[in-house]
């Protein structure tokens, strides 16, 4: 299981220490814990995780996928948000009028994604950049998309903090971005 990159309470009041104790410790965990009790003596043994993502379906995918998503759910946060930087806001003003309206539309997609999944800015193979929601286990990578950002909308995520509000937990969540995380990743 990778480190988390700040402490179980360093999110603290926006996401809880219990929160992460439950869904860094016990949900993210069990997905790498059934992908290494599936892989040992198969094709997928020695590659990357990128790879079997790719490769992957049904029970073992969801596991990878899983994994892979937490992990890069946890870099998107940090104590010390701040703002975008200029290459990442400019992006976002091309592609979406500007930062607020970037959020809004974030938002909007997160909320709206049906049941348990994952909203995504995402840089297309044009360089453009979009919005879109995966459900479950999905990950832009398998549509050939570069995450930039994501935020988990699965009610494990948020429900010890805001209950049922996912709402709630989004207006909480930009309090938390890695916006230096988000810039890295468009390149």
């Known amino acids: 299981l990778p480190e988390l990159p700040y402490p179980r309470d360093a999110l603290a009041p926006h996401m809880s220490a219990e929160t992460l104790d439950f869904h860094y410790g016990k949900h993210h965990k069990k997905y790498l814990d059934t992908a290494n009790e599936i892989i040992p003596g198969t094709e997928y043994e020695s590659m990357a995780l990128e790879d079997i993502i790719m490769k992957s379906s049904g029970k073992l995918f969801n596991q990878v996928a899983q994994v892979w998503n937490h992990s890069f759910f946890w870099n998107c946060l940090t104590p010390n948000s701040g703002e975008p930087g200029k290459a990442l806001a400019d992006a976002l003003i091309k592609n979406f009028g500007g930062i607020e309206d970037f959020k809004k ?71 938390l971005v890695n916006w230096d995380f988000v810039e890295q990743n468009l390149g």
Do not use: Q
């Not at 938002?107 to 800015?121: E, H, K, M, P, Q």
């Not at 297309?124 to 459900?135: C, R």
């Not at 990950?139 to 049922?164: F, Q, S």
């Open 105 to 175: 539309k974030f938002s909007d997609v997160a909320a709206g994604t049906f049941g348990s999944g994952w909203a995504w800015l995402v840089k297309n193979s044009d360089g453009s950049l979009e919005i879109m929601s995966t459900a479950n286990a999905g990950t832009p990578m398998t549509e050939g998309k570069t995450a930039l950002l994501t935020c988990d909308v699965w009610e494990h995520a948020y429900y010890i903090d805001y209950r049922n509000a996912r709402p709630t937990y989004l207006e909480h969540f930009w309090a």
